[in-house]
């Protein structure tokens, strides 16, 4: 089993990206791309369910944004939550947002506080894509307030890549009031060493690893080298 640190992952993206070559957007939509069919083919968790996506302004919520165009478009209702943390979104979240608002099929809700949270009912399914594997920091404030919301409320959680408020590399104690407690995450090879710990047990539900093409293969040789 090869397990990559948080920094490696990223150096792993762009080295796809850059050596496949494809751009970071395709290998986004790539990715949303492995969810969606994950959910079709197995459809328990999202049938006859409303898709409530939950989405931070970086990279893994411009994930959230393509997996709620590509269910839009196979006919799911789909809502679109985007979290306004900073001021300074992602490029491949812009773009997806875009696309999304072109698209026309899917409500777009900004949230920048809590009195914005919509209700989450048993007929929902929530898609969390608030923080993806780069996260570093202690949550806290709107989003800690809005992981603890989706937690109580949320009876099927689908976390994409990792659950929010969990760190990469180490356990995420710091965050246990504060980390999504998923009932299915979609996580995308290589295995995160977050998932070996314990402690984050009760935080990741049923893992689903899925193979988005990355090289990791001519990585490994070219880190070994």
């Not at 920094?7 to 290998?27: C, K, M």
């Not at 369910?49 to 393509?66: E, H, M, P, R, T």
């Not at 246990?176 to 979609?186: D, F, P, Q, S, V």
């Amino acid at each position: 089993m090869t397990i990559l640190s948080a920094q490696q992952i990223r150096e792993l993206d762009l080295f796809t990206i850059e050596n496949e070559p494809i751009s970071s957007i395709e290998l986004m939509e790539r990715a949303a791309t492995s969810c969606v069919d994950y959910l079709l083919k197995n459809e328990k968790p999202i049938a006859g369910k409303s898709i409530k996506v939950f989405a931070g302004q970086g990279n893994n919520g411009g994930d959230g944004l393509a997996i709620a165009r590509q269910l839009a478009e196979k006919g799911y209702e789909v809502y679109v939550y985007c979290v306004q943390t900073t001021n300074k979104p992602t490029d491949d979240f812009l773009q997806n947002l875009k696309r999304l608002q072109n698209q026309e099929k899917v409500s777009i809700t900004n949230i920048a506080h809590s009195n914005s949270f919509p209700n989450i009912y048993e007929s929902d399914a929530v898609i969390d894509t608030l923080f993806g594997s780069g996260l570093t920091r202690k949550v806290e404030g709107l989003m800690a307030e809005l992981i603890t919301f989706i937690n109580k409320h949320s009876e099927m959680t689908i976390a994409i890549d990792i659950p929010s408020g969990m760190f990469c590399d180490k356990t995420s104690e710091e965050n246990e009031n504060a980390n999504i407690k998923a009932h299915l995450t979609l996580s995308f090879l290589p295995v995160k060493r977050a998932f070996l710990f314990q402690e984050n047990k009760s935080h990741y539900g049923e893992i689903v690893y899925l193979d988005i093409g990355l090289l990791l293969e001519d990585y490994l040789k070219q880190k070994i080298d």
